[in-house]
């Protein structure tokens, strides 16, 4: 018997309870921490949510009343160790038994790392270190019973929701590290289109080319799987659709929430088995070392390494293609057509870098897992830096 065509994989399930979506936050969150039994919530986000009269942030406060012991709204971009030690150190001392983070993916990472803070105990950013190192030399980070566990709610698109591993930034050497544990993922992930009407359209629409990103990266990954793929191609599909109708039309509900569903689908693709290539190895290069948003690295990384990655998954990029009904030939013009189309930043040039930092970009990409399992093998810091030439200038679409 030829078991040739027989579809293979491990599809990873994530330790997630529910995701509530379309729900006004404030009414799902206070709904979900009463039926967990939580008594004592602790919030986790960030200044700008903080500074607004009625924002999501001060929905879920008011919706939680008394149920509410406190906050940690300083949570700066590329959750920095010493937020989240803050963050740990303010919420142990309200005793809190869950946590909410309400925000983008600064907030959801940093508030994750909170927690595995909370399990060992951690008070410092030194004493993170050795949980924080890469590979077999990372301490393994352990729940006890009864582990305190969060709930989030999104005010962006990049999907920090759906993955239990946590970004963190050592701030002395602008590398980025990361807590794994299968409870760190959200109990709960609530999306509610209202909680992102306050986010800056431009911040929105390049977390959803994040979203795109991880979409295509999973799709594209060689450990990669059907059902990953299937995950990635429908959220791409949404997201092809529904970032190009929040640009035309802001005020629309029913656009922002097809592309919580298209994030939700892109990362599943990556978080349920797919994985990543150089476009987010390089970001995590690029956001760490020179404090540029993943959202925009996104923009401005994506097009090139397809390109770059065109001569070994030429028949992957097809499909890419046809999830977002695109006429132009290849997948890099029409990612690079949709970040255009959406006013969203297009090369390395127009973030500010100068042609100097490139040799610097390459060295520190290497550093990072999802460069060495880019589809197209990349060995040296010359391959990195010919994707970074091509993203330079910006790839211009062919008609």
Same mark, same amino acid.
Request: hydrophobic fraction near 45%.
């Given at each position: 018997m030829s078991?040739?065509a027989l579809l293979?994989?491990?599809y990873k399930?994530?330790s997630?309870?529910?995701?509530?979506?379309?729900?006004p936050?404030?009414e799902?969150?206070? +709904?979900e921490?009463q039926? $967990?039994?939580?008594?004592r919530v602790?919030?986790v986000s960030?200044?700008?949510?903080?500074?607004?009269?009625?924002?999501?942030?001060?929905?879920?406060?008011r919706a939680?009343?008394?149920? !509410?012991?406190?906050a940690?709204t =300083?949570?700066?971009?590329h959750?920095?160790?010493?937020?989240?030690i803050?963050? *740990?150190? +303010?919420? !142990?001392?309200?005793?809190?038994d869950?946590?909410?983070?309400?925000g983008?993916?600064?907030?959801?990472?940093?508030?994750?790392?909170?927690?595995? !803070?909370l399990w060992?105990g951690?008070? =410092?950013p030194?004493a993170m270190?050795p949980?924080?190192?890469?590979?077999?030399?990372?301490r393994?980070?352990?729940a006890?019973a009864?582990s305190i566990?969060m709930l989030?709610? @999104? =005010? =962006?698109?990049?999907?920090?929701?759906f993955? @239990?591993?946590a970004?963190?930034?050592d701030?002395?050497t602008? *590398?980025?590290q990361?807590f794994g544990h299968?409870?760190?993922?959200?109990?709960?992930?609530?999306?509610d289109?209202r909680?992102t009407?306050h986010?800056?359209?431009?911040?929105? $629409?390049?977390?959803?080319?994040?979203a795109?990103?991880?979409?295509?990266?999973?799709?594209c990954?060689?450990?990669?799987? *059907?059902?990953?793929?299937?995950?990635a191609?429908?959220g791409l599909?949404?997201?092809?659709?529904? &970032?190009p109708?929040?640009?035309r039309?802001? @005020?629309?509900l029913? +656009?922002r929430?097809?592309a919580?569903?298209?994030?939700?689908?892109a990362?599943w693709g990556?978080s349920?088995?797919?994985?990543?290539?150089a476009?987010h190895?390089?970001?995590?290069?690029l956001?760490?070392?020179?404090?540029?948003?993943?959202?925009e690295?996104?923009?401005?990384m994506?097009a090139?390494?397809?390109?770059?990655?065109?001569?070994?998954?030429?028949?992957r990029?097809a499909?890419?293609?046809?999830?977002m009904?695109?006429?132009l030939?290849?997948?890099?013009d029409a990612?690079a057509?949709?970040?255009r189309g959406?006013? &969203?930043?297009?090369s390395?040039?127009? &973030?500010g870098?100068?042609?100097e930092? &490139?040799d610097?970009?390459a060295?520190?990409?290497?550093?990072?897992?999802p460069?060495?399992?880019?589809?197209r093998p990349?060995r040296?810091e010359a391959?990195v830096?010919?994707? $970074?030439d091509l *993203?330079?200038?910006g790839l211009?679409?062919v008609?």
């Amino acid at each position: 018997m030829s078991d040739g065509a027989l579809l293979r994989g491990v599809y990873k399930i994530q330790s997630q309870e529910r995701i509530v979506f379309g729900e006004p936050a404030g009414e799902a969150i206070a +709904a979900e921490s009463q039926r $967990l039994g939580a008594k004592r919530v602790f919030l986790v986000s960030s200044a700008s949510l903080a500074r607004l009269d009625d924002g999501p942030l001060q929905q879920v406060q008011r919706a939680l009343g008394e149920r !509410c012991v406190g906050a940690f709204t =300083t949570m700066r971009a590329h959750s920095p160790r010493e937020d989240v030690i803050a963050a *740990a150190n +303010a919420a !142990c001392s309200a005793r809190a038994d869950l946590l909410v983070a309400v925000g983008g993916g600064s907030s959801i990472d940093g508030t994750k790392a909170v927690l595995a !803070c909370l399990w060992h105990g951690l008070d =410092t950013p030194d004493a993170m270190a050795p949980f924080l190192a890469e590979g077999t030399a990372a301490r393994p980070i352990e729940a006890p019973a009864n582990s305190i566990r969060m709930l989030s709610v @999104s =005010t =962006t698109l990049s999907a920090a929701d759906f993955t @239990s591993r946590a970004g963190v930034t050592d701030t002395a050497t602008r *590398a980025k590290q990361g807590f794994g544990h299968a409870l760190l993922v959200p109990q709960v992930a609530v999306l509610d289109p209202r909680a992102t009407l306050h986010t800056p359209l431009p911040l929105l $629409l390049a977390t959803g080319i994040r979203a795109v990103d991880h979409a295509v990266e999973s799709h594209c990954a060689p450990r990669g799987h *059907a059902m990953a793929s299937m995950h990635a191609l429908e959220g791409l599909r949404l997201l092809a659709r529904a &970032l190009p109708a929040v640009h035309r039309d802001p @005020s629309s509900l029913a +656009a922002r929430g097809e592309a919580q569903l298209g994030m939700w689908q892109a990362m599943w693709g990556s978080s349920t088995g797919g994985g990543t290539g150089a476009s987010h190895g390089i970001g995590y290069a690029l956001g760490a070392g020179f404090d540029i948003p993943h959202g925009e690295t996104s923009c401005v990384m994506l097009a090139p390494v397809l390109r770059f990655n065109e001569p070994v998954n030429a028949d992957r990029q097809a499909a890419l293609l046809q999830a977002m009904q695109s006429p132009l030939p290849t997948a890099a013009d029409a990612i690079a057509a949709l970040v255009r189309g959406l006013g &969203l930043p297009t090369s390395l040039r127009s &973030l500010g870098l100068k042609r100097e930092n &490139l040799d610097e970009i390459a060295r520190r990409s290497l550093a990072y897992p999802p460069v060495r399992a880019n589809p197209r093998p990349i060995r040296s810091e010359a391959e990195v830096r010919e994707i $970074l030439d091509l *993203a330079w200038e910006g790839l211009t679409p062919v008609a």
